[in-house]
């Protein structure tokens, strides 16, 4: 009896332990559906911290950033956040001066099916990269024309949507140095302010973006010869830059920065060795549109300190990069040329169908009308013996007035230019001027027609009317008039080779500089060069 009743409570107790594992196992399944239900939840925090360590890496390796934020779009179909890392990607690629593969990732947009908001975050995503797009192939007419448009926009600056606050400083900023380019200094140190409104210090990309904007602002200080004002800010960039030892972007670009405040002081050591220490930072690493900057400021330095050697050895990692990064340039504005071009000819194939159908209709009524008369012609004269002459009229008409509109549309004279298109192309032609873009020894009327966004012919007739001679002979003049007044005006450029100066001009070789200075000044760029000397010395 005893023992049948210890073995009841034997069982009783395997059955309240049974029953007590399996509660344990749900509660378990329970708190793991919980979990994986709040992490999910949390994937807007979760994303945004790791969108903000792929904008870091920007600055850190292009290389980096670009395969760190690929392995992100595998797994995430968010159309938000897939913008956000092809615009990432795509900015990597420019750092890296490969702007067609740039433009290339810019041009692989979604289609976004979310909410009012998100639709219009994914917009201005859209078009500020396709104004930085614009602005890294030195076409600025047309990124301020995409700025200025959303900068128009309340929406865009009513400051309730974090990610759109980000687009809007870095537009303030896109715009700062289009007036920089521009030399309106003033405007450019305004638009910096703006930005930094818009960028509060709550993450690492805001944090980095205030940087650069306090790296522009001191070069622009600097243009305006508050030399000191700029040496300070620039010295406090360089020790914020330094604390987050992985910034080898900032860090050079600072350098870089303040090597022109000693260069301005005719202190060319102390400059040669901050740009040696810039280049420290980023020689291992794909930045060659700044690397080129080192090079370049490096070469004037050693060349002013009379250093042949290093001057040449600066001088020809500098020509080797700017020739690879124009042959990118010029590819990159083939390109995004001719996505624009597919863009424009799918819009014009549109109303190129909705035009055919519109003629189409109004030609089958035509046509009814007609056959309905010959159909009338026919009963009542069934018996004439001229009718098929008199058929043959009426068709013989048709065709007469279908000549005679075709005619008149082709008697339209389209390549005449109008004098609205004239002085349009005057102005940006003024522009052009102003931002010193004839220096580019690679520019051709065909890149400027593609940088205006005029037609080549339109632009080759404007000039050749207003300037009183070609394309070339423009150009030409255009350089030796900016080489002649460095020359009067800062003596620095005195000291220069004809070479340096002929490369620094934008001409092909020293040769054809020599001749173009001869023809426009009536005498050789070393007799100039002594003139201008010995009138500094009396």
């Avoid at 104004?131 to 929406?155: E, P, W």
Wanted: hydrophobic share 35%.
């Amino acid at each position: 009896m005893n023992t049948d009743h210890q073995e009841a409570v034997r069982k009783n107790r395997k059955k309240i332990l049974f029953s007590r594992n399996i509660l344990i196992q749900n509660i378990k399944i329970l708190f793991i559906i919980l979990c994986s239900v709040f992490v999910k939840g949390q994937s807007g925090p979760d994303f945004n911290i790791l969108a903000d360590k792929a904008f870091q890496k920007l600055y850190e390796n292009p290389d980096d950033c670009i395969s760190y934020s690929q392995s992100l779009l595998i797994s995430d179909q968010n159309s938000e956040h897939r913008i956000v890392l092809q615009n990432i990607i795509s900015q990597a690629y420019a750092m890296k001066g490969d702007y067609v593969q740039s433009v290339n990732v810019y041009s692989q947009k979604e289609n976004s099916t979310e909410k009012e908001n998100l639709s219009y975050f994914l917009q201005a995503a859209g078009d500020y990269n396709l104004a930085d797009q614009y602005q890294n192939l030195d076409l600025y007419s047309q990124s301020q024309l995409i700025i200025s448009r959303l900068l128009a926009d309340f929406k865009l600056l009513k400051g309730d949507h974090p990610g759109i606050n980000s687009i809007t400083g870095k537009l303030y900023q896109l715009q700062a140095l289009n007036y920089g380019i521009n030399r309106n200094y003033n405007n450019a140190l305004k638009n910096l302010i703006k930005s930094d409104q818009f960028l509060n210090l709550h993450n690492q990309e805001n944090q980095i973006l205030r940087m650069e904007n306090n790296i522009f602002r001191a070069s622009y200080l600097m243009k305006q010869n508050k030399l000191e004002e700029s040496r300070q800010l620039l010295e406090n960039t360089v020790l914020q830059a330094e604390k987050n030892k992985d910034y080898y972007f900032l860090q050079a670009l600072a350098y870089e920065n303040l090597s022109r405040y000693y260069f301005f002081k005719e202190d060319y050591h102390t400059a040669s060795e901050i740009l040696e220490k810039g280049l420290a930072k980023i020689e291992n690493l794909p930045y060659n549109s700044l690397k080129a900057k080192i090079y370049e400021s490096l070469s004037k330095n050693y060349f002013a300190l009379h250093d042949d050697e290093k001057y040449h050895q600066y001088n020809k990692l500098y020509t080797e990069l700017r020739t690879k990064m124009d042959s990118n340039t010029k590819e990159g504005i083939r390109y995004i040329v001719k996505l624009v071009e597919t863009n424009q000819n799918n819009n014009l194939e549109f109303q190129n169908q909705k035009q055919l159908k519109k003629t189409g209709f109004t030609a089958a009524g035509f046509l009814a009308i007609i056959t309905g008369l010959l159909i009338c012609f026919l009963l009542l004269k069934s018996s004439n013996k001229d009718l098929k002459k008199q058929a043959e009229f009426f068709e013989k008409q048709k065709k007469l007035e279908e000549a005679s509109v075709i005619s008149k549309i082709i008697e339209k004279d389209p390549n005449k230019i109008s004098k609205e298109k004239e002085d349009e192309i005057l102005q940006k032609l003024e522009e052009w001027e102003k931002q010193q873009r004839y220096l580019d020894k690679n520019m051709t009327i065909s890149m400027l027609s593609s940088q205006m966004g005029v037609n080549t012919k339109y632009l080759s007739e404007v000039i050749n009317s207003s300037k009183g001679k070609n394309f070339n002979g423009y150009i030409n003049e255009l350089r030796i008039n900016h080489i002649a007044r460095l020359l009067r005006t800062d003596p620095v450029y005195l000291n220069y080779k004809v070479s340096y100066l002929a490369e620094y001009s934008g001409f092909s070789s020293h040769s054809a500089f020599t001749t173009v200075f001869k023809s426009v000044t009536g005498m050789s760029p070393n007799a100039y060069i002594q003139e201008i000397s010995k009138t500094r010395t009396s």
